[in-house]
């Protein structure tokens, strides 16, 4: 299985969660890892995946507390969303239509924030060579690291991978959408073509 370069960026994520904060949404949480970590930052975290058999491995993880987890099987482009003071999409934006950002734009709190950690596709072909020479051996090596700690520690997590799509939108594209569609946002470039999408709610 490839590994996850996302659980990577989590402590970045965390450190985006606004002082106070109580309730959270976690769009595409997969088997739960980031909403455990926010459950037992003290967050009450609605958890929300189309698949039903991650979330069934994500409910049987259970919960760290002391917030709790309620895991909601539904598409995000089609549930009713309540009001969140922080609101997480990793690696989960490019599943659905982008505008899919202007309802969970709307579902912030006043001083809430939303964060998406998102896939921008190469937008040359220079920058395709770049992907497919440098990131096989640092795969690789990523690879080795996590099975040499999942044998120090137990042994493989027995969860399923999340599903994988393609991601169609380039940076400039991200840029150009995000800003006509949330106020305030802020965009960061990461490693290769990931993203970090921060706005928060006045």
């Excluded at 003071?85 to 924030?113: M, N, R």
Aim: charged fraction near 20%; charge should be positive.
């Amino acid at each position: 299985m490839p590994f996850n370069h996302n659980h990577h960026y989590h402590p970045l994520l965390l450190r985006q969660v606004p002082e106070g904060a109580k309730t959270a949404l976690d769009v595409g949480c997969g088997t739960g890892l980031f909403a455990r970590r926010l459950a037992s930052g003290g967050l009450d975290v609605d958890a929300m995946d189309p698949a039903g058999d991650v979330l069934e491995v994500a409910r049987a993880l259970g919960s760290p507390g002391p917030g709790r987890i309620t895991y909601r099987h539904e598409d995000v482009t089609r549930a009713a969303l309540g009001t969140y003071d922080f609101i997480s999409a990793i690696a989960s934006i490019h599943h659905v239509p982008f505008e899919t950002v202007t309802a969970l734009w709307k579902a912030l709190a006043p001083g809430g924030v939303l964060v998406i950690l998102g896939l921008a596709k190469p937008r040359s072909v220079p920058e395709l060579v770049k992907w497919e020479i440098v990131s096989p051996p640092l795969n690789l090596a990523a690879r080795i690291a996590v099975a040499v700690g999942e044998r120090l520690n137990g042994g493989r997590d027995p969860a399923p991978g999340p599903p994988v799509a393609d991601w169609k939108m380039t940076m400039p594209q991200v840029r150009r959408e995000s800003a006509s569609l949330l106020p305030g946002r802020t965009v960061r470039t990461l490693f290769f073509w990931r993203y970090l999408l921060i706005c928060r709610r006045d």
